[in-house]
């Protein structure tokens, strides 16, 4: 988002809680080029509140690691989530853990309690990739042993947007 609005706004700063981050190292390195000629402002810290004028944002208040306040001038925020790690509740439901990740059987993606699954970050295996791509084939494998469990009995019919003119017209390309 830095690199694709800089050049649009009349200033940016990016606020990050800290000074590491998961983005593609070529990113990375673009924005801190971007920092490093005074492009982008770069402050660490998490916002504490907003404030505003009849509607519109004027300032976000940031708290940075040592718990000083500050306002910053904002016009415009997006706001966007990390990605942090909490299981909360599931860490107790007894399944197989592995440095806090639920370890699955990559035929089905299920955990080691019957019937209950984990695909996406979430979950861990030998030669894990944690793409996207890898989470669409985790969740096709999923989705197929879920059905086996909760529908037995169902024939289970593969059908491709390339060729099944049934799925085209529901997709309303035909």
């Known amino acids: 988002w830095t690199l694709n609005l800089q050049p649009l706004a009349k200033s940016l700063t990016l606020l990050h809680r800290r000074d590491e981050f998961r983005a593609a190292p070529d990113s990375v390195n673009k924005m801190r080029e971007l920092v490093d000629s005074g492009k982008v402002k ?3 810290g ?12 004027t300032h976000a208040v940031v708290k940075d690691k040592d718990g000083k306040e500050i306002e910053l001038s904002a016009s415009r925020i997006l706001p966007f989530f990390g990605l942090t790690m909490k299981l909360g509740p599931i860490a107790q439901w007894g399944i197989n853990l592995t440095e806090n990740l639920i370890s699955v059987d990559t035929a089905r993606f299920e955990t080691s309690e019957r019937a209950i699954f984990a695909i996406g970050d979430i979950n861990t ?12 084939h985790e969740a096709a494998l999923m989705a197929q042993a879920a059905v086996r469990i909760a529908a037995p009995d169902k024939k289970i019919v593969f059908q491709y947007t ?7 017209k529901k997709l309303g390309v035909i």
């Open 42 to 44: 770069l402050v660490f």
């Open 46 to 57: 998490q916002v504490a509140g907003l404030r505003g004028d009849a509607g519109q944002t």
């Open 125 to 136: 295996y030998p030669g894990k990739l944690k793409l996207i791509l890898s989470g669409f």
């Open 162 to 168: 390339t060729s099944s003119s049934n799925l085209q």
